[in-house]
T-cell receptor
Framework: DGGITQSPKYLFRKEGQNVTLSCEQN?????MYWYRQDPGQGLRLIYY???????QKGDIAEGYSVSREKKESFPLTVTSAQKNPTAFYLC??????????????FGQGTRLTVV | SQQGEEDPQALSIQEGENATMNCSYK?????LQWYRQNSGRGLVHLIL?????REKHSGRLRVTLDTSKKSSSLLITASRAADTASYFC?????????????FGEGTQLTVNP
């Protein structure tokens, strides 16, 4: 089965703790993304990576960090500097469909709750 | 503010009716896509329309794009209860060379049996 796997599905964190969300893909896609979704809202881009060992900040990168040591894996760390981390986190990868055109494939998400 | 803004925010219809959702965006785009999200799940790609296209069909879906008005619409014909989901438009701004997608806030569609 090809796809994107996010784990865990639900995650609880105490205030002040760092936590890492896992994202693995076996689609052989070069590009991967992390989005945050708050209730009733759209997706906001946190970080993205177009190739191994390289990544760029998205629109809301403060309080988050990522690494891209392997093509298949793009973990997201939510640090204690993120003041409002409770949200639904979505990982995606993409394939190019032509010049300047990509199609995104999403994992099933991780719901993070700060307790 | 979001690059894409969907309208309406919520839509409730009866099975068999058509559902129309609109998306407006601000900057020049390379292409526009529509995605669907079932509650608490990831997004699934539905259809893509390039900036040089005006209309595209896929099964019960029809997408239009008006680049002069910076707007797009998604029409779902003969809706079914299983179409109940949130629908998002996503744009690829030209200045990003298509390397990232910017999503709107979505339309929550409810199809009543």
């Amino acid at each position: 089965d090809g796809g994107i796997t996010q784990s865990p599905k639900y995650l609880f964190r105490k205030e002040g703790q760092n936590v890492t969300l896992s994202c693995e893909q076996n689609l052989n896609h070069d590009a991967m993304y992390w989005y945050r979704q708050d209730p009733g809202q759209g997706l906001r881009l946190i970080y993205y990576s177009q190739i191994v060992n390289d990544f760029q900040k998205g629109d809301i990168a403060e309080g988050y960090s990522v690494s891209r040591e392997k093509k298949e894996s793009f973990p997201l760390t939510v640090t204690s500097a993120q003041k409002n981390p409770t949200a639904f986190y979505l990982c995606a990868s993409s394939i190019p469909l032509g010049t300047g055109v990509i199609e995104a494939f999403f994992g099933q998400g991780t719901r993070l709750t700060v307790v | 503010s979001q690059q894409g803004e969907e309208d309406p925010q919520a839509l409730s219809i009866q099975e068999g009716e058509n559902a129309t959702m609109n998306c407006s965006y601000k900057t020049s785009i390379n292409n526009l896509q529509w995605y669907r999200q079932n509650s608490g799940r990831g997004l699934v790609h539905l259809i893509l329309i390039r900036s040089n296209e005006r209309e595209k069909h896929s099964g019960r879906l029809r997408v239009t794009l008006d680049t002069s008005k910076k707007s797009s619409s998604l029409l779902i014909t003969a809706s079914r209860a299983a179409d109940t989901a949130s629908y998002f438009c996503a744009t690829a701004p030209q200045e990003t060379s298509g390397s990232r997608l910017t999503f709107g806030e979505g339309t929550q569609l409810t199809v009543n049996p």
